[in-house]
């Protein structure tokens, strides 16, 4: 398997920060949360900018600056529309083999993974 | 202040009414030619060599920069969506054009800091390239696959090349195009691993020479700088494409095969360039994919004299136009450094930190200074390439690619 370079500034979750985020998304359990799957949390938004900001300016060097597609697919809710949950998110955090799609495990947890498949079909990644 | 101006713009009209109820129509297309003259005068009389173009990617626009001055001199809105937007030089320097990623081709004039032309020619575009006459420009697309080509002073429709292959009539995506003496555009099928040559004798109906399996998904290419030779770079193996445009009936032959002795790549997290080549006399720098790696190729047999270590995966491995230094940017997440390249020693002589995320830089035309662009920091950086010292800073919003008009005279830009 491709694996990443030890030295990778890896995303960590902390066990804390898990435990606030769980709290938070308890208290204000939001529908898009629920709709998604089991233990799906938000990540705090400090998070969630960045996340953005990866999603269309590097996921964008390839899908584009407006995820309209490139040298890979378009991710707009249209073009995601019939692709299951599982396997978009298996497609970030693992890569696809065979493609350019690499993986992002090192800088991006599965669950925000989740997080980030979620705003693409909604299309409402412009936010932050 | 306001008042004065209304008063006089008042009397101007009372003027104008005057005459045309009078019937002095001579009169008034008089004036109307001496306001447009001095309108025109207004425009300074300067060339365009020290000139230049930033792209600020999310906002569509174009910084107009002057090299000699290190200053932007005005900007260029309305130009679409510009993430991965390139630009081609019509040969008076004058004229640009930009391909931009929604498909927008746009002539601008950098002098007048105008849109002379646009067109929507396609859904999804990559870049494009201009003609060794200057008479047509061509845009490489995603989608639809294929290349288009336009009249370069008008914009207007000349010929469509489907980049139609297999059984099916599927269509590739184009990647990797650039012009070749004799009027010729070759360029490559990312989804069919194929080269073409359009040879542009009749622009309307360009002759086009395939060649098959040159490898799997080639993603750009170069040519150098006498036009002779096209490297492909090849995302799906070990190597490179290479045709000798002297003798393309000899056909595409791998180079650099295995070059990474079957270790495994690296995942990448942006594809390399090959377009700004580096070519210091008869060595070329080319950036390995998925690896640390800068790749030192002899070009007389095309064998590898060395591998120079970097400090991340390479996108751009550009030479000072003379040769003596090679300057190497990173792909994420190692994108906040640039390194510098002794061609003599083969080594890396410095490593800089010109801002967060560069994703570009570009040599003045004689190669005293480099610009940077730091997407993240919102600026430009100018560096001294002798004492590597930073001597300049620019602002620009979200800025990617920077094109100096002395692209213009080479060939494979």
Known sequence: MIAPRAS?????VTPMRRFVVAAIALAAASPLVAAGADDAAPPAPPRQHELLRLLHQDCGSCHGLRLTGGLG?????GALKDKPEASLVAAIVSGRRGTPMPPWQPFISEEEARWLVTRLKEGNTDGQ | MANSVRTAWRSVCAAWRALAESGHHRTLACLAASLVASACAQLDVRGTGDLGVVVERERGSLRVVDTSARAALGTIVGLGDLSHASVVYARDGRYAFVFGRDGGLTKVDLLRRAVVARTLQAGNSIGGAITQDGRHVAAQNYEPGGVKVFRADTLEAVADIPAVYG??????KVVGLADAPGNRLVFSLYDAGEIWIADLADPA???ITRFRDVGRQPYDALVTPDGRYYVAGLFGEDGLALLDLWHPERGVRRILDGYGQGSEKL??????HLRGWAIAGDVAYLPAIGRHEVLVVDMRDWRMLAKIPVAGQPVFVIARPDGRQVWVNFA???NGRVQVIDAESRQVARTLEPGRAVLHLEFTPRGEAVWISARDDDRVLVYDTSTLAKVASLDAAKPSGIFFTSRAARIGF
């Not at chain 1, 990778?8 to 960590?12: E, G, L, Q």
């Not at chain 1, 697919?73 to 809710?77: E, F, G, I, K, R």
Request: glycine content about 4%.
């Open chain 1, 73 to 77: 697919p378009a991710l707009t809710p």
């Open chain 2, 267 to 272: 995942p990448v997290y942006k594809m390399p």
């Open chain 2, 332 to 334: 994420f997440p190692d």
């Open chain 2, 167 to 172: 059984e099916r009539g599927e269509r590739s």
């Open chain 2, 205 to 207: 109906r360009p002759a």
């Open chain 1, 8 to 12: 990778c500034p890896a995303v960590v």
